[in-house]
T-cell receptor, first 111, second 121 residues
Framework: KQEVTQIPAALSVPEGENLVLNCSFT??????LQWFRQDPGKGLTSLLL?????REQTSGRLNASLDKSSGRSTLYIAASQPGDSATYLC??????????FGKGTSLLVTP | GAVVSQHPSRVICKSGTSVKIECRSL??????MFWYRQFPKQSLMLMAT?????????EQGVEKDKFLINHASLTLSTLTVTSAHPEDSSFYIC?????????????????FGPGTRLTVL
């Protein structure tokens, strides 16, 4: 069964810092990997989707990389802002099409 | 991106009642939808896979007679929590899978609804 781990569980940084969130998965036979943002009490906002054949995706200040062979993905956030404060979830899609989620990284960016 | 709606967004009910949650894909057809549950400060856990026109596939530990899933059309799946109890209080989120080919390229992505907060008193 696919297991997804996210490190760190929580992170607090001052505004302006660049930061990296890590995600690892146990089964490299994935279809794609997705990063989501979740604000407290809210649903999910999709940030980036990386197909299994891709190595990275970029959107604005966000960059996500995927290394299938090592079972790792990183989400890089440049020039963090207080509005980036949220929980970031990594999820991998397996052959059954369902998403397997990590427990998330809770990010706090202080002014 | 594609839009998935969920209704209701919040429901409070008495113990023993049944609650129906609707999940709709608004601008695409989804043969496969998924239902997830999220407890406070936990991640999303898959409950079941809903396939249009066939029975849902439930994850281990999820009672199919308690969580009834119906996927009667390509744009609508419903989750009914029967005889709800306080321990069923949770955040329920659905997703719909949009897949196909465009310009020779294959695409597939899941789009999530905004979630339903269920509180059972």
């Amino acid at each position: 069964k696919q297991e997804v781990t996210q490190i760190p569980a929580a992170l607090s940084v001052p505004e302006g810092e660049n930061l990296v969130l890590n995600c690892s998965f146990t089964d490299s036979a994935i279809y794609n990997l997705q990063w989501f943002r979740q604000d407290p009490g809210k649903g999910l906002t999709s940030l980036l989707l990386i197909q299994s054949s891709q190595r990275e995706q970029t959107s604005g200040r966000l960059n996500a990389s995927l290394d299938k062979s090592s079972g790792r993905s990183t989400l890089y956030i440049a020039a963090s802002q207080p509005g980036d404060s949220a929980t970031y979830l990594c999820a991998v899609e397996d052959s059954g099409y369902a998403l397997n989620f990590g427990k998330g990284t809770s990010l706090l960016v202080t002014p | 991106g594609a839009v998935v709606s969920q209704h209701p967004s919040r429901v409070i009910c008495k113990s023993g009642t049944s609650v129906k949650i609707e999940c709709r894909s608004l601008d695409f057809q989804a043969t496969t939808m998924f239902w997830y549950r999220q407890f406070p400060k936990q991640s999303l856990m898959l409950m079941a896979t809903s396939n249009e026109g066939s029975k849902a596939t439930y994850e281990q530990g999820v009672e199919k007679d308690k969580f009834l899933i119906n996927h009667a059309s390509l744009t609508l799946s419903t989750l009914t929590v029967t005889s709800a109890h306080p321990e069923d209080s949770s955040f329920y989120i659905c997703s719909a899978r949009n897949s196909g080919t465009s310009g020779g390229a294959t695409y597939n992505e899941q789009f999530f609804g905004p979630g339903t907060r269920l509180t059972v008193l």
